[in-house]
């Protein structure tokens, strides 16, 4: 397994992340401790997680905690040999102090999530949206606190723009807080609305980390126009997890799925090797109900697709907008 540094961070980690959103259900505890003991022998060192995760039960404004307590159980014994990330914005409960980025929220979720994880320590903790309500300033010092305590060795963002990765890094800058290490964005062949980013990040040693790039399963091939969703699926399990599957949508699947089989790689191992090729790419952080698809998501992180094929796949999902170039046209 081929490791990269994430950002300016000096963390080394394997090209896949482990997801746990899905623990709980429909991945229960005994499964999910497999998942965890069966991708570290498979050489993942990295495992991503979130105050909020508690899979298919979540709803909005329930408390969470249920994937960092499988995560803490899995890693007993074990916690040196991962990099381990949790998440901190999202709501845990129903009132105004219980989510968001303010100072007293995230320095009550750091203390839970660690609890729960059975550690003093993360190596990086996320904040998981922006936070419009709270000057990113409060939301910086708490996190500069939190770091000089010895609780989270770094810093990331997940859901931000380039535009606020730039106040970030620059506020840091200016204040002697610790740099924003690693960005989490939605990115897949099917969802490119943050292609353009990945440029910035790339000059300012920011890691990309993207989360769900199988879109949720849909880039796997399991899905074919006209049938019925596979029994086992989350799109027969938990529809609301799974984009609505129209014409237009399977128009781009078949033209994807035609061109993976040119080169006769499986379909999720194509759509991981695009995601993993393009710009600042440090580790795809993938869901996994069974090792399979595990072991999939590793052999996929060692393909390269052929030349011609970035260049095709841009026809059939094409990036949100061409930037134009009046100097070399
Ligand atoms: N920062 C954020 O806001 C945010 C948001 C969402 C997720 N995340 C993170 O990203 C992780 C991944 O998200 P995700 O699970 O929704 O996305 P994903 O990785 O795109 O999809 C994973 C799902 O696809 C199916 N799958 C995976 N590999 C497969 C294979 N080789 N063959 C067939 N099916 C396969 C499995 O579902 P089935 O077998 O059930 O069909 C699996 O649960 C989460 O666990 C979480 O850590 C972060």
Redesign the pocket.
């Known amino acids: 397994m081929k490791y990269r540094v994430l950002g300016s961070s000096g963390l080394i980690v394997s090209p896949i992340?482990l997801?746990?959103?899905?623990f709980g259900e429909?991945v229960p505890e005994a499964d999910a401790i497999k998942l965890v003991h069966g991708a570290m022998g498979m050489g993942i060192n990295f495992i991503?997680?979130?105050n909020v995760?508690e899979g298919y039960r979540r709803f909005l404004g329930s408390p969470g905690g249920t994937a960092e307590t499988i995560v803490g159980k899995a890693l007993k014994g074990r916690r040196d040999q991962v990099v381990l990330a949790t998440?901190v914005g999202a709501p845990v409960g129903p009132g105004p102090q219980d989510r968001g980025l303010s100072a007293s929220h995230i320095l009550r979720e750091i203390d839970r999530s660690l609890q729960r994880l059975q550690t003093d320590y993360v190596d990086l903790y996320?904040i998981?949206?922006p936070d419009k309500h709270v000057p990113l300033e409060t939301t910086m010092a708490a996190l500069d606190q939190i770091v000089r305590q010895g609780k989270a060795r770094y810093f990331g963002v997940?859901?931000h723009t380039a535009a606020q990765l730039c106040e970030i890094l620059w506020l840091a800058e200016r204040n002697g807080w610790p740099p924003v290490v690693s960005s989490?964005i939605?990115f897949?062949l099917l969802r490119r609305e943050f292609h353009h980013d990945l440029s910035f990040c790339k000059r300012h040693a920011i890691g990309v980390t993207p989360?769900?790039?199988?879109?949720?399963?849909?880039?796997?091939?399991?899905y074919q126009r006209g049938q019925v969703p596979?029994r086992?699926?989350?799109?027969a399990?938990k529809p609301e997890?799974v984009w609505e599957m129209d014409d237009a949508l399977f128009d781009r699947l078949e033209g994807i799925e035609a061109l993976a089989a040119e080169v006769e790689i499986?379909p999720?191992?194509y759509a991981l090797a695009w995601a993993m090729s393009q710009p600042a790419m440090t580790s795809l952080?993938?869901?996994?109900?069974?090792l399979?698809?595990v072991q999939?998501?590793v052999a996929a992180s060692e393909r390269t697709l052929p030349a011609d094929h970035m260049a095709r796949l841009d026809q059939v999902c094409p990036p949100p907008w061409q930037q134009p170039d009046p100097v070399r046209g």
Not at 19 to 22: I, P, R, S
Not at 211 to 222: A, D
Not at 232 to 235: F, G, H, I, P
Not at 285 to 290: H, I, L, P, R, Y
């Open positions: 992340c997801g746990t959103m899905t429909p991503d997680t979130a995760y998440k996320i998981h949206w997940s859901n989490q939605p897949s989360y769900q790039p199988l879109q949720g399963g849909l880039l796997t091939g399991k596979p086992d699926s989350r799109a399990e997890w499986p999720a191992q952080v993938v869901g996994a109900k069974q399979q698809q999939d998501a």
